[in-house]
């Protein structure tokens, strides 16, 4: 697997875009979908599922303890009181990282991941050479595929996403945010980092 060599070109990306609009067109000539449909369908993960929902929990529990506990406790209540949940995220489990513990998140099986906090997941999470080795390897695999190189003193733990239990990574905090508002922070948390592929941005 090369995270390099998963990045469309723009020649391919311009070739997915009009296989995609040839497809929908099908579609709605046909009858099986509307282009208010449509339109919906790119509304819901623009605006109301995606990354951006993740960050903006990562953010709250990174101000606010309580709900901190609550997360780690039971994630799906915990969305569910910023009005984040539905399909694919009726039994998530937050999991954070300390300075002596990354993880990793990995669906062996398939593809399970937490679409209401992380929105689609990527296509090299869906790849079986990163299902696999992230497994076998996962230390190897975070600094050659992704650069993010994780020090021998921190121990790594991959878990196994599947249709009964969806996990993601409340990463740390970054240093020299005190006193940054929820708003400021939320900007910092990447999708990667809540899959433990990645850190946050750094201020």
């Known amino acids: 697997m090369s995270t390099a060599e998963s990045v469309p070109t723009t020649d ?15 579609m709605i000539e046909k009858g099986l979908m509307t282009s208010a ?36 406790e039971n994630a799906s209540t915990a969305c569910a009181e910023l009005g984040i949940g539905g399909l694919q995220g009726e039994d998530m489990v937050a999991v954070e990282d300390t300075d002596d ?6 669906c062996t099986l398939c593809s399970c991941y937490p679409w209401p906090v992380l929105g689609l997941p990527p296509n090299w999470y869906k790849e079986p050479a990163y299902r696999a080795s992230m497994v076998r390897a996962p230390r190897r695999v975070l600094r050659e595929e992704f650069g993010y ?39 910092l948390v990447t999708r990667d980092s809540m899959i433990g592929v990645g850190r946050p941005k750094q201020p």
């Open 12 to 26: 391919h990306q311009a070739q997915i875009a009009a296989r995609v609009k040839a497809v929908e067109s099908i």
């Open 149 to 187: 190189d994780v020090p021998e003193s921190v121990e790594i733990r991959v878990w196994d996403s599947s249709s009964e239990l969806r996990y993601w990574v409340l990463p740390q905090r970054p240093a020299g945010t005190d006193g940054w508002s929820a708003e400021q922070l939320e900007a």
């Open 37 to 72: 449909a449509v339109d919906r369908l790119a509304e819901i993960y623009e605006n109301e599922v995606g990354p951006q929902l993740g960050a903006r929990v990562v953010a709250k529990a990174w101000t606010d303890p309580d709900f901190k506990a609550r997360l780690l």
């Open 101 to 106: 513990l990354h993880h990793v998140i990995v």
